[in-house]
């Protein structure tokens, strides 16, 4: 299997690999217990940024789509193919609309909520 | 001591020396000069100019200078040889003469592979794409070189390290058993170059963003099994030169093995070409 990526495209790199490595394991191309390259062997075969390639397999393990097993490498997880259908931003977005819809009906407005909003994102940092 | 008697080992000397001359600026320098030629030919500038960062005039003009660059050296060197036969030179003259002849030797294939590292920056800078392809395949070095082949290249060192140490303590080589611990320090230290070399095949920077997955990986593999030939036959190296020194022979032999080492180390490098798909190098 072949990964590639264009260095002047608008999408950054490191959402084109994560799309390429999810669209490889919906259509089967990478099975479950497949083992990825390095950090540092991709980023030096695709010209980038380790840090680059580190994000993406963050994304990537955060999505349970790999899985890193210490010295042993990363590996695709196990049910990456159902997990690749999850599609986080969505829930995310169902998660806040729901909450926001609570907090309306208590009678805040708008600019109350985003300075509670606001503060929240200042506090979880 | 020596335990091969002088006339014997005065042909054996003059043969090493000969040998050396022959295989590393006749031999094998007419090898790369046939290769590079043939290149030119089959892929010239004009159809692949993405091979070539250099004008054809620039690399004719290096590979005329490299062949006149290998036949002085190869010219005078047969000279040299023939001036410690008529005059009846010494034989640790005539030995020691080895290193220095093979040092002399190497300036031309130091100087080509220079060129060809200046060349391998400008390609990678000239790359016209944006795009970039990876095998998405982890590598490790079992995957090209058995781990047989591995094991010996380990157990060579090893077994070097311990004989060394082994002299130290034993003062084996009575005052002079401290050198001993500097063939420990030599030998460590190429090793570690070599494995260094090999993790930067495997793991390092693509050079080449033309090359097609497939003959990367066949690269990447002979690369790999030339140098853990290497490191075997470094550590046996130095562990012949512990022998030498052991046995209280004259070091007449270790030039010799000196010289049999380099041709040794051309014969792996040199003798196999990885071929490659040239059609990527076309003009889009």
Redesign the interface.
């Known amino acids: 299997?072949?990964?590639?990526?264009?260095?002047?495209?608008d999408m950054p790199i490191f959402s084109q690999l994560v799309n390429q490595?999810k669209d490889?394991v919906i259509k089967g191309e990478?099975a479950t217990g497949f083992?990825?390259?390095?950090i540092?062997?991709?980023a030096?075969?695709?010209?980038?940024n380790q840090n680059t390639v580190a994000k993406a397999y963050k994304v990537l393990e955060r999505d349970s789509i790999i899985v890193a097993r210490g010295y042993r490498?990363t590996f695709i997880h196990d049910n990456a193919k159902e997990n690749c259908q999850v599609n986080l931003k969505d829930k995310g977005l169902t998660i806040m609309r729901e909450a926001i819809g609570s907090v309306q009906a208590l009678g805040l407005t708008d600019s109350e909520i985003r300075i509670i909003f606001s503060s929240l994102m200042k506090q979880s940092k | 001591m020596t335990f091969l008697n002088s006339h014997l080992m005065t042909v054996i000397v003059y043969i090493a020396v000969i040998s050396q001359i022959f295989t590393i600026s006749i031999i094998f320098a007419n090898k790369w000069y046939k290769r590079k030629t043939f290149l030119l030919e089959k892929y010239s500038p004009e159809n692949y100019p993405n091979l070539y960062v250099q004008s054809s005039a620039t690399e004719h003009k290096r590979m005329k200078f490299r062949r006149v660059a290998d036949r002085i050296i190869a010219s005078l060197s047969f000279a040299l040889v023939l001036f410690f036969l008529l005059t009846q030179t010494d034989l640790e003259t005539v030995a020691s003469s080895i290193l220095a002849i093979a040092i002399i030797q190497l300036v031309p294939w130091a100087l080509s592979r220079y060129w060809s590292k200046e060349n391998d920056l400008l390609m990678?800078k000239n790359f016209p794409s944006?795009?970039?392809?990876?095998?998405?395949?982890?590598?490790i070095i079992t995957d090209f070189v058995s781990p047989a082949k591995l094991i010996i290249a380990v157990l060579s060192y090893g077994i070097t390290v311990m004989f060394a140490v082994y002299i130290f303590i034993e003062q084996v080589w009575g005052e002079q058993s401290s050198k001993a611990l500097s063939l420990i320090l030599i030998n460590t230290l190429m090793v570690s170059y070599l494995a260094w070399l090999l993790f930067n095949s495997?793991?390092?920077?693509?050079k080449d963003?033309f090359i097609t997955?497939d003959d990367r990986l066949n690269l990447i593999a002979g690369k790999c099994q030339e140098i853990t030939s290497y490191l075997t036959m470094y550590s046996a190296f130095i562990f012949g030169i512990c022998l030498i020194n052991t046995f209280d022979l004259s070091q007449v032999y270790i030039s010799v093995l000196a010289g049999l080492f380099v041709q040794l180390i051309f014969v792996f490098s040199l003798t196999k070409t990885t071929e490659i798909n040239y059609e990527v190098y076309k003009q889009d």
């Open positions: 299997m072949e990964i590639e990526i264009d260095i002047n495209d490595v490889s990478l083992s990825l390259p390095s540092r062997q991709l030096n075969e695709l010209g980038v490498g | 990678a944006t795009k970039r392809k990876s095998s998405f395949q982890n590598r495997l793991y390092g920077k693509k963003n997955s």
